[in-house]
């Protein structure tokens, strides 16, 4: 689970270094992609941003990663999230 953690958090530092032009322009979903981890495992994440709290444009906005290695953990995958205003405060 460690492993799993760690990479989840990787992939969400990735969109965390986006400005939030940069993240309002890709709202909807960034897709699926596999990793593999030093242990062997492949993962795969799926990222996801959408409006906040309040769906309106020029809201908050929210970036979501979820992560699962296939089988029962694809029932329930590890999610990690951020909050960022326009303001490119991070809630």
């Known amino acids: 689970k460690e492993e799993?953690?760690?990479?989840?958090?990787?992939e969400l530092a990735k969109f965390r270094k986006l400005s939030y032009a940069e993240l309002s322009s890709k709202i909807g979903n960034q897709g699926c992609w596999g990793v593999q981890g030093d242990s062997g495992v492949a993962?795969?994440?799926e990222v996801d941003i959408f409006w906040g709290a309040s769906p309106k444009e020029g809201?908050?906005?929210?970036v979501q990663a979820l992560l699962d290695a296939g089988g029962l953990t694809s029932?329930?995958?590890?999610?990690?999230d951020f909050i960022i205003t326009p303001a490119g405060k991070f809630l």
């Open 43 to 45: 993962y795969q994440i």
């Open 59 to 62: 809201g908050n906005l929210r």
């Open 75 to 80: 029932i329930k995958p590890l999610v990690m």
């Open 4 to 10: 799993a953690l760690q990479i989840l958090r990787e």
